[in-house]
């Protein structure tokens, strides 16, 4: 359980810290990214404007290439930004033929290949967007269609370049803090394991102490049961004190069944055989009360258990339908494979409606989902706690569920 909880500390941990820095790196490269997009489509917009060219501005562009209406560059635009931008722009018909291509302000394209970008463009039919490292954006132009491409390759590859790095510090970083929070787990989680510790020893103990007291009043009952005036109060006593004892005898089972350093001997059992020969036994007791017992066992099955575990699960899970099934109810068992899985189901049918909030918690010690049946099942509401760990002893899982809330289901999934 100790070894659990630490790797789960350390789980949550690494998670929440993966979940902090992902939505950072992501989050900055976004602001990046989007910071490039929105800078290229102000420039091409611009130029959208004004006819594919930057207009005059303080000598930048000669008089001859002015364009009708012209307009000013806004402020927010640096006065290097008409030397620093290399674009193209394509003029296009109605039919979608190639009227003019103005490579001016770049020279890594030529006409010929503009034309390519254009009519790719051009077929996509899409406003804006990127072709190779190119951010291009289509505009009405009389009876024409004016693409503009703007060069962002500079921008895009520290874009990239800035991507990489962020995800290499960021991995890098995980990898540091996860050596980090490994070493700080142990720390944390000792206290708790401490307490764990001394809370397991001290119900062996305290079970091993109780149970020689416990003896010598069954011993004293023997030799007083022949005095027939003190019979019934003798009764009342030995009953008590078989009720403490096996009480006693769970809880030490309990807490030695959740000793992971000492985990029950494994060997390879008919698991099947063992199932069937339990449930055979409970069989008479059922009818007796008029219960249908029903059994779906499928034979010849093998797993690596405890045979003993095994029995003591299949004896809880019985006992627990019988006592809790109404008169004339229904208790099935089902034991298949799944894939590479075993998978033991229990059910049974209950008198009172079956509740979510109930089933979060029947695992736990002491608690009874049917409180008014207390004295009259005479369990001690640690039976199902036992049946878990005896699962989670074989690797297994175990959950309890209700599918129509007249019912009580016991699973129990083992792997093969």
């Not at 800078?39 to 404007?49: G, I, K, Y």
């Not at 722009?89 to 890594?108: H, K, P, Q, Y």
């Not at 074989?394 to 009580?408: L, M, T, V």
């Amino acid at each position: 359980m100790i070894k659990k909880l630490k790797i789960r500390f350390i789980c949550l941990a690494m998670a929440s810290l993966f979940v902090v820095l992902a939505v950072s790196v992501i989050g900055m490269n976004a602001i990046n990214y989007s910071t490039i997009v929105k800078e290229a489509d102000d420039v091409l917009t611009f130029l959208s404007r004004n006819q594919g060219v930057f207009p005059e501005a303080e000598g930048i562009i000669p008089n001859e290439h002015k364009a009708p209406n012209a307009q000013i560059a806004p402020k927010r635009f640096s006065p290097e930004t008409p030397y620093e931008s290399r674009y193209f722009s394509v003029l296009i018909d109605e039919s979608g033929n190639i009227i003019r291509a103005d490579t001016r302000r770049i020279f890594s394209v030529d006409s010929e290949s503009a034309g390519e970008y254009a009519e790719k463009v051009y077929a996509s039919g899409k406003k804006s967007g990127f072709i190779d490292e190119y951010r291009y954006l289509q505009s009405a132009e009389g009876n024409f269609t004016r693409v503009i491409f703007l060069d962002c390759g500079r921008k895009l590859d520290g874009f990239y370049t800035y991507l990489w790095i962020s995800i290499g510090m960021t991995l890098a970083g995980l990898a540091v803090m996860f050596f980090v929070i490994v070493f700080f787990a142990g720390k944390i989680v000792r206290p708790i394991a401490e307490s764990y510790e001394k809370q397991k020893q001290f119900i062996t103990d305290a079970g091993h102490e109780i149970k020689t007291p416990l003896t010598i009043i069954n011993a004293n009952v023997d030799l007083l049961e022949d005095d027939p005036e003190d019979a019934d109060c003798l009764q009342d006593i030995r009953q008590q004190a078989q009720r403490l004892t096996a009480l006693t005898n769970d809880l030490v089972y309990l807490a030695r069944m959740e000793e992971t350093d000492r985990p029950p001997e494994m060997t390879d059992i008919a698991v099947s055989e063992i199932i069937s020969e339990t449930a055979a036994a409970f069989r008479a007791p059922a009818l007796m009360q008029e219960k249908e017992f029903i059994c779906k066992i499928k034979p010849g099955l093998f797993m690596t258990g405890n045979d003993k575990a095994i029995r003591q699960l299949m004896n809880i899970t019985l006992d627990n339908a019988l006592k809790y099934s109404p008169e004339g109810g229904r208790i099935e068992i089902r034991f298949e494979q799944v894939r590479r899985t075993l998978q033991l189901n229990v059910c049974n049918t209950t008198e009172t409606a079956v509740n979510a909030e109930e089933l979060e918690h029947v695992f736990d010690r002491f608690y009874r989902m049917d409180k008014s049946r207390n004295s009259a099942t005479g369990g001690h509401g640690i039976g199902l706690s036992i049946a878990k760990a005896i699962v989670e002893a074989h690797k297994g899982s175990i959950r309890a569920w209700s599918q129509d809330g007249n019912s009580f289901n016991i699973t129990c999934v083992f792997t093969v």
